[in-house]
């Protein structure tokens, strides 16, 4: 049996590390050590080596894109959503990010989620597009700017609703009746 080399034992997580930072461009450093729980030091070192490789950058807010996102720009509705999946991430089997409204759907226990972003003023909208998609067939967590959005979000499949502030701490929330 062949020795594995340091390459072939990281190369693997480097790729998986790499994918998320083009699926979900302007994350933080504590964001991208949450996908692998327990191995923080493992994913600090990881970042590095892809930093000094040329393959993602660090921009001075401390935000990670990949090689050749020029631009930097970051949806602050998809890093929010970012930590909404972190909240589940020991659970996800797979996770990806997704189109208008929904940022992100990821797998776990079989199930499909969609964490949708409604921010504020855009209500109407995402009601009326989420309507037309009458079954998603999975659940769907509403991420929203304020709680005082909730009760003018209305399609289906809604599981719960949540906020994520400033420093990343998800709140969640349920419609009462």
Known sequence: MPVKTRADL?????TELLRIISMYPG????QLCRFYPGREDVTKNLLAHLRRQGRARQT????????GNDKAETDPGMVRAAWVLLDFIDKAEYHS???FPVKIV???????YEIIHAAAGQEALVTHALHQDRDSGGRRIVLVDDPGQIPFLE???????????????????????
């Open 27 to 30: 994350l933080t450093e504590k």
């Open 60 to 67: 001075d807010s401390g935000r990670y894109f990949p090689y």
């Open 106 to 112: 990821f797998f776990s226990g079989g199930e499909l």
């Open 10 to 14: 990281y190369g693997r997580e480097a």
């Open 97 to 99: 990010s997704s189109d």
């Open 155 to 177: 399609f289906p499949g809604i599981t719960g609703f949540c906020t994520v502030d400033a420093a990343g701490n998800v709140s969640y929330y349920k419609k009462s009746s």
